[in-house]
């Protein structure tokens, strides 16, 4: 708790990895932000494993300000858990989650909070430009919510990616949701409750290299897929009846030829191979999209928790959490 003792109004929660390059700018920035709102706040920092200077800045910040939190976890597991991590242990009656990079601009934060007072239950940041970013990444990313949206059974908003307010009550309810592997952003949106959006311009990193390549966002895109959408299985389906209709046709058509004693029946082994090519390749993509949801389904069953923390400063009772590794499960 502060040192007012008071109930604690916001809980910022930022996931840090090797982010020692921003952080004198990013905690000069929170702690203006703090300075202007209006009730105590916290903010949580979730290292995920970093290997760089971040976690001594940021233990021996949480030593000296009452205002901001260290949690430690034993390794990398990942950004959507680091996140899942700092909201485990938010007090707050609004829960705000931000990158560290800066790209999420810290004074939005008074944005989402005054929809929040309008009586909104989640309030995301929707990003109108993306700055710094190659022509690549954002075609990539456009074509990525575009199709999200069109497969998901559930309105995942376009171009919003982590940076949102969520309220006490829906942070219960989020807590609710045991999955392994974890799309944050959809199922808040999955929950429902009331929602409303503020828009920004996303600037570049202020420092530092991009902690999500190319093939962290294929797996996460991979994730919000198979989570939130059964199309891949659908389609699936309908490839199979394709080729299977194709087949089917092409049987017909070599009875014909058989029947009409076509000279042209007498065949090599070119279209054989094509065929069976074909058919094995439709055979094996098929096989690869059940097992994704297998292996999901196996990751589920085993219950692991879903991070370990090492250690945590700035929290009550911290000599009892640091004393020894914490299993930590989101279903607590």
């Known amino acids: 708790m502060v040192a007012d003792s008071k109930p604690i ?16 700018v990013l905690l000069r920035r929170l702690d203006l932000l703090l300075a202007r709102l209006r009730g105590p706040a916290e ?37 959507q858990v680091a996140i899942t991590a700092g909201m485990d242990a938010a007090q707050g009656r609004a829960i705000v989650v931000m990158d560290a990079d800066l790209q999420d601009p810290p004074e939005i934060v008074e944005q989402l909070i005054a929809k929040w007072e309008e009586g909104y239950d989640v309030v995301y940041a929707r990003r109108l430009s993306r700055a710094g970013e190659s022509r690549f990444k954002r075609a990539t990313a456009h074509l990525f919510y575009r199709l999200l949206g ?20 829906v942070l219960d309810a989020l807590r609710q949701m045991p999955e392994q592997d974890r799309f944050v952003r959809g199922m808040i949106a999955w929950l429902g409750f009331r929602q409303t959006e503020v828009t920004f311009h996303r600037l570049e990193r202020a420092a530092g290299e991009t902690k999500y390549p190319l093939f962290k966002m294929a797996r996460l895109a991979m994730n919000a897929a198979l989570g939130f959408s059964d199309a891949p299985l659908r389609l699936a389906i309908w490839c199979g009846l394709v080729v299977s209709g194709l087949g089917l046709l092409y049987g017909g058509w070599v009875l014909v030829l058989w029947m009409s004693n076509d000279s042209h029946l007498v065949a090599g082994w070119s279209s054989t191979i094509v065929i069976v090519s074909l058919l094995c390749g439709m055979n094996m993509l098929m096989t690869g999209i059940v097992v994704l949801y297998v292996g999901r389904i196996h990751a589920e069953v085993k219950r692991r928790p879903l991070y370990v923390v090492q250690k945590r ?9 640091t004393a020894r590794p914490v299993l930590h499960a989101v279903h607590e």
């Open 313 to 321: 400063l700035g929290f009550e009772s911290d000599e009892a959490a």
């Open 43 to 79: 903010a949580i920092f979730v290292d995920d494993g970093s290997s760089d200077s971040s976690p001594f800045v940021l233990q021996a910040l949480a030593k000296r300000d009452p205002r901001f939190r260290y949690i430690g976890l034993s390794r990398n597991f990942g950004h």
């Open 150 to 169: 069109s497969m998901s059974s559930v309105g995942i908003p376009a171009d919003v990616g982590d940076f949102r307010l969520i309220d006490r009550k």
């Open 9 to 24: 109004s916001y809980s910022i929660v930022i996931p840090v990895f090797n982010e020692e390059a921003v952080l004198p």
